[in-house]
């Protein structure tokens, strides 16, 4: 399966919030419905939301915010959904999905990432082939971030 990651449109929002399913309902108390959310977060500078396509459909998605932390000693990033078809390559489509995240987080001068822990052990196994080590009660990634030397 041939697919690329990009930067979300406004018109990706319905297939990315269809192919999310419960992901987004689960979450959603605001006044604003998750769709809503994900057209705001795709003009926002902290926030980067990503699509992964294969022949003009949408595959995957994922959503990265990014917010202070002192504790951290700068910006975290956070990856809030990451939704990858099941009938596709979902190894495959994930991990450039994420690694996509982990470039634009590192371009935003984030020192780490996270994400919510996940159910499925298929899934937890995706995340700690990138990287990422369980901190409970969230999984973390550091970072480095643009402009900073090794």
């Not at 809503?36 to 926030?47: C, E, K, T």
């Not at 990014?66 to 990856?79: D, F, K």
């Not at 099941?86 to 495959?92: E, R, V, Y």
Request: proline residues 5%; aromatic residues 4%.
């Amino acid at each position: 399966m041939e697919y690329r990651v990009r930067a979300a449109r406004i018109t990706d929002i319905e297939a990315l919030v269809a192919l999310s399913g419960d992901r987004l309902a689960a979450g959603a108390s605001g006044s604003l419905g998750s769709a809503d959310v994900l057209r705001q977060l795709v003009f926002l500078p902290h926030a980067t939301v990503l699509v992964a396509e294969s022949k003009r459909d949408i595959v995957g998605g994922a959503v990265l915010a990014i917010r202070p932390s002192v504790r951290a000693g700068g910006y975290v990033g956070t990856i809030d959904l990451l939704v990858v078809d099941p009938a596709g390559a979902p190894d495959a489509v994930s991990a450039s999905l994420i690694e996509e995240c982990l470039k634009s987080a590192g371009n935003k001068g984030c020192a780490s990432v996270e994400a919510q822990m996940p159910e499925e052990p298929a899934e937890l196994k995706r995340w700690k082939r990138q990287g990422f080590v369980d901190e409970q009660p969230v999984l973390r990634r550091a970072v480095d971030p643009a402009g900073r030397r090794r």
